[in-house]
């Protein structure tokens, strides 16, 4: 600390500890000194507020993708990283802004009223209406602005994390996934049930039912009731029925899931064997069809006809008890309960083209449009499958994937006698399945039978059109099902096709029933997804504020430390930094009636016009080290400029005499004496 001079001061207090204070601030000059404590705590709240804009954006990603559970707290907790960022950032600004108007109040003389705005703009927005503040300090009034402007981004950021419903993904397994396996129907023995229990697919006769006599065997009797339920719920609902709990079970609660499952399963290989352009007639006559397709509009009156039982099953195989048993005992025929072929399902079928005949045509009255005529014929084979199911929503979705089709269910050809064309013999024998030789062999097939039985019920019979109906006439269950037009009584054109898919969702529709033997569940890879109200956060809706307001503090603190470097020193706009630099005598008497500070305050003192600058005085104090003069807000021709690393000190003591004279008052005399004679005066 340098000093002027090392003896007391001349001025004398009656307090004892004011006048020690006196005594030791006494000699002091001023210190070109940029204390660390403004540029640090500025630097410090520009890092807090960079780093609660990082925490912030940290925070948002966190919660991005993620269930919007507690939105009140999360938002509550973004509102205040938002709030913290806004307030350590504008304490920023404005810690800066008070070294900016330092320096401004040196390079500019401004009206008390200008003067007043600038200490009072970043708390009193009234402030900016003061013209001269603006004209004379753009940059300081600027800063001020911006320290009540970066408050939006504390509105604007917390929008930047919202809820919306998304649909979330991964690969996984699902453990208990409902599958078929038929060869637990084909060990399944209907008088024991601890191996599989559940319902079976048919029902079996024996002859003995004991299972004791040599030689026993049970044999295919007819489908099971369960299984019969199930088909006509296949029909009438046009598509597979989905078990009320698959989704939860397979994907688990709140899920979505697609997974793949393969099987073996009865199937038809559906096969065009003839058309009204390729009648194919001794070809199909070879192959066993029980007509031709002269039966078939526009030749014929049918627009179907379907022959689906030649070779089936006989029903009843022999006389049976209660038991199943046969009543008549002894020899058993050596055919008794053996598959000797499985019905293929012919189907004949005309489509309606909606091209008219020509009016003169002799088809035109009975069939209008012309009409092409198609004959198909679906075998029963042994299928490998692989069907995609998919649960969204809780909503079955089935799509088959693959389909391979191994070997005739039974691999004999039907041979019509020509006696009876009801009659039909099957060959070669040595393929017949028999209940007696391969037992599980007999139990799959008999269990497939099954399944063709109850889908053939609703396709045997016809629907024609005579010359002289005006619609057509069925004879078929058909007409119950998908696969008839119900608008025109015709089939659908891509029969074929859909014959094939009405039974496989009879093949479907069994996942839906958990008590039967067939059923089983089974683990399986399986793409898992929920759509849920989750959090969206936007980073561009943050950071867009966030970079705008950090840009202003930055260059804000830029333009405090050049104003801090010119300074020399770091200040504020605290009462103590406004009462050292208000030393002057000139002010004093400005101020005469205004020293309660209250309001209206003078207009005409609010005129004056002040700068910060060195005093000039007429006797300035001289020191060890020269001349020191005095810096305080003074009028225009009062003051000068202060020079960066000057020697300053204090204010020489001047008072009014009673003569109306200036000059020097006792150095002896105590303060608290000279304020009772000043008042005197005054």
């Given at each position: 600390?340098?000093?002027?001079?090392?003896?007391?001061?001349?001025?004398?207090?009656?307090?004892?500890?004011?006048?020690?204070?006196?005594?030791?601030?006494?000699?002091?000059?001023?210190?070109?000194?940029?204390?660390?404590?403004?540029?640090?705590?500025?630097?410090?709240?520009?890092?807090?507020?960079?780093?609660?804009?990082?925490?912030?954006?940290?925070?948002?990603?966190?919660?991005?993708?993620?269930?919007?559970?507690?939105?009140?707290?999360?938002?509550?907790?973004?509102?205040?990283?938002?709030?913290?960022?806004?307030?350590?950032?504008?304490?920023?600004?404005?810690?800066?802004?008070?070294q900016r108007i330092w320096h401004t109040f040196r390079k500019k003389a401004m009206t008390i009223s200008a003067i007043d705005?600038?200490?009072?703009?970043?708390?009193?927005?009234?402030?900016?209406?003061?013209?001269?503040?603006?004209?004379?300090?753009?940059?300081?009034?600027?800063?001020?602005?911006?320290?009540?402007?970066?408050?939006i981004a504390s509105v604007l950021s917390p929008a930047s994390l919202t809820s919306d419903m998304m649909t979330s993904s991964?690969?996984?397994?699902?453990?208990?996934?409902?599958?078929?396996?038929?060869?637990?129907?084909?060990?399944?023995?209907?008088?024991?049930?601890?191996?599989?229990?559940?319902?079976?697919?048919?029902?079996?006769?024996?002859?003995?039912?004991?299972?004791?006599?040599?030689?026993?065997?049970?044999?295919?009797?007819?489908?099971?009731?369960?299984?019969?339920?199930?088909?006509?719920?296949?029909?009438?609902?046009?598509?597979?029925?989905?078990?009320?709990?698959?989704?939860?079970?397979?994907?688990?609660?709140?899920?979505?899931?697609?997974?793949?499952?393969?099987?073996?399963?009865?199937?038809?290989?559906?096969?065009?064997?003839?058309?009204?352009?390729?009648?194919?007639?001794?070809?199909?006559?070879?192959?066993?069809?029980?007509?031709?397709?002269?039966?078939?509009?526009?030749?014929?009156?049918?627009?179907?006809?379907?022959?689906?039982?030649?070779?089936?099953y006989e029903d009843p195989q022999v006389d049976t008890g209660r038991d199943g048993m046969p009543v008549h005992k002894g020899?058993?025929?050596?055919?008794?309960?053996?598959?000797?072929?499985?019905?293929?399902?012919?189907?004949?079928?005309?489509?309606?083209?909606?091209?008219?005949?020509?009016?003169?045509?002799?088809?035109?009255?009975?069939?209008?449009?012309?009409?092409?005529?198609?004959?198909?014929?679906?075998?029963?084979?042994?299928?490998?499958?692989?069907?995609?199911?998919?649960?969204?929503?809780?909503?079955?979705?089935?799509?088959?994937?693959?389909?391979?089709?191994?070997?005739?269910?039974?691999?004999?050809?039907?041979?019509?006698?020509?006696?009876?064309?009801?009659?039909?013999?099957?060959?070669?024998?040595?393929?017949?399945?028999?209940?007696?030789?391969?037992?599980?062999?007999?139990?799959?097939?008999?269990?497939?039978?099954?399944?063709?039985?109850?889908?053939?019920?609703?396709?045997?019979?016809?629907?024609?059109?005579?010359?002289?109906?005006?619609?057509?006439?069925?004879?078929?269950?058909?007409?119950?099902?998908?696969?008839?037009?119900?608008?025109?009584?015709?089939?659908?054109?891509?029969?074929?096709?859909?014959?094939?898919?009405?039974?496989?969702?009879?093949?479907?529709?069994?996942?839906?029933?958990?008590?039967?033997?067939?059923?089983?569940?089974?683990?399986?890879?399986?793409?898992?997804?929920?759509?849920?109200?989750?959090?969206?956060?936007?980073?561009?809706?943050?950071?867009?504020?966030?970079?705008?307001?950090?840009?202003?503090?930055?260059?804000?603190?830029?333009?405090?430390?050049?104003?801090?470097?010119?300074?020399?020193?770091?200040?504020?706009?605290?009462?103590?930094?406004?009462?050292?630099?208000?030393?002057?005598?000139?002010?004093?008497?400005?101020?005469?009636?205004?020293?309660?500070?209250?309001?209206?305050?003078?207009?005409?003192?609010?005129?004056?016009?002040?700068?910060?600058?060195?005093?000039?005085?007429?006797?300035?104090?001289?020191?060890?080290?020269?001349?020191?003069?005095?810096?305080?807000?003074?009028?225009?021709?009062?003051?000068?400029?202060?020079?960066?690393?000057?020697?300053?000190?204090?204010?020489?003591?001047?008072?009014?005499?009673?003569?109306?004279?200036?000059?020097?008052?006792?150095?002896?005399?105590?303060?608290?004496?000279?304020?009772?004679?000043?008042?005197?005066?005054?």
């Open positions: 600390m340098s000093t002027f001079d090392s003896r007391l001061s001349p001025y004398k207090s009656t307090d004892v500890d004011t006048q020690a204070l006196v005594n030791r601030r006494a000699g002091e000059t001023v210190q070109w000194h940029i204390h660390w404590y403004t540029p640090a705590i500025t630097v410090a709240l520009f890092v807090g507020g960079f780093m609660g804009a990082v925490a912030h954006h940290l925070f948002y990603k966190h919660l991005n993708g993620r269930p919007a559970e507690n939105q009140l707290l999360m938002i509550r907790y973004g509102t205040a990283l938002a709030f913290f960022t806004k307030a350590t950032l504008v304490g920023t600004v404005i810690l800066c802004y008070r705005g600038l200490f009072a703009a970043t708390e009193d927005p009234t402030s900016f209406r003061i013209g001269e503040m603006i004209k004379n300090a753009k940059l300081a009034t600027l800063m001020a602005l911006c320290s009540w402007l970066i408050p991964v690969s996984t397994h699902c453990p208990n996934v409902a599958t078929l396996d038929f060869g637990r129907e084909a060990v399944n023995n209907f008088r024991l049930d601890t191996d599989f229990p559940g319902s079976t697919l048919l029902y079996y006769n024996t002859t003995d039912i004991n299972a004791t006599t040599p030689g026993w065997f049970d044999y295919y009797d007819q489908p099971s009731k369960f299984m019969r339920r199930l088909a006509i719920i296949v029909v009438y609902l046009k598509e597979p029925r989905q078990y009320a709990n698959a989704s939860v079970e397979a994907c688990g609660s709140g899920w979505n899931c697609t997974y793949s499952i393969s099987f073996q399963a009865p199937g038809y290989k559906c096969e065009e064997v003839a058309s009204s352009e390729h009648p194919n007639t001794d070809e199909i006559v070879a192959q066993g069809a029980p007509f031709n397709i002269s039966l078939i509009a526009p030749e014929g009156d049918y627009v179907y006809y379907a022959n689906v039982d030649l070779g089936d020899s058993f025929p050596d055919l008794l309960g053996v598959f000797q072929s499985e019905p293929v399902l012919w189907i004949g079928y005309a489509i309606n083209t909606s091209q008219p005949y020509e009016p003169t045509s002799k088809k035109f009255k009975q069939w209008r449009n012309v009409h092409e005529a198609k004959i198909m014929k679906c075998v029963a084979h042994h299928t490998e499958y692989t069907f995609e199911l998919n649960y969204t929503d809780g909503i079955q979705y089935t799509r088959r994937k693959q389909r391979n089709f191994l070997k005739p269910l039974v691999d004999t050809n039907i041979t019509i006698t020509s006696e009876n064309h009801n009659k039909s013999t099957a060959s070669p024998s040595s393929n017949y399945i028999r209940p007696n030789t391969d037992v599980p062999l007999y139990k799959r097939t008999a269990a497939y039978h099954a399944m063709g039985a109850l889908f053939r019920n609703f396709l045997r019979g016809d629907i024609s059109k005579g010359p002289d109906s005006p619609s057509p006439v069925t004879r078929s269950d058909i007409s119950e099902t998908r696969l008839v037009i119900p608008k025109t009584a015709y089939p659908v054109q891509d029969l074929q096709e859909q014959v094939q898919l009405m039974f496989e969702d009879m093949i479907i529709t069994l996942l839906s029933e958990r008590h039967l033997i067939v059923s089983t569940n089974i683990s399986v890879p399986c793409s898992k997804s929920r759509t849920v109200n989750v959090y969206v956060y936007y980073p561009e809706g943050l950071w867009i504020g966030y970079a705008i307001v950090i840009t202003v503090a930055l260059l804000s603190m830029i333009i405090g430390a050049w104003s801090i470097f010119q300074n020399g020193v770091t200040s504020d706009t605290h009462f103590s930094r406004i009462m050292v630099t208000t030393r002057n005598p000139t002010i004093d008497r400005l101020s005469v009636g205004a020293c309660l500070g209250g309001d209206p305050f003078p207009t005409d003192l609010k005129r004056a016009k002040l700068r910060f600058g060195v005093l000039v005085e007429d006797e300035p104090k001289e020191g060890q080290f020269g001349v020191l003069e005095h810096c305080t807000f003074g009028t225009v021709g009062e003051t000068k400029d202060i020079v960066k690393y000057g020697k300053y000190a204090g204010l020489r003591r001047w008072s009014k005499g009673l003569n109306g004279e200036v000059g020097d008052r006792d150095e002896e005399k105590g303060m608290l004496e000279e304020a009772e004679e000043d008042a005197a005066v005054h």
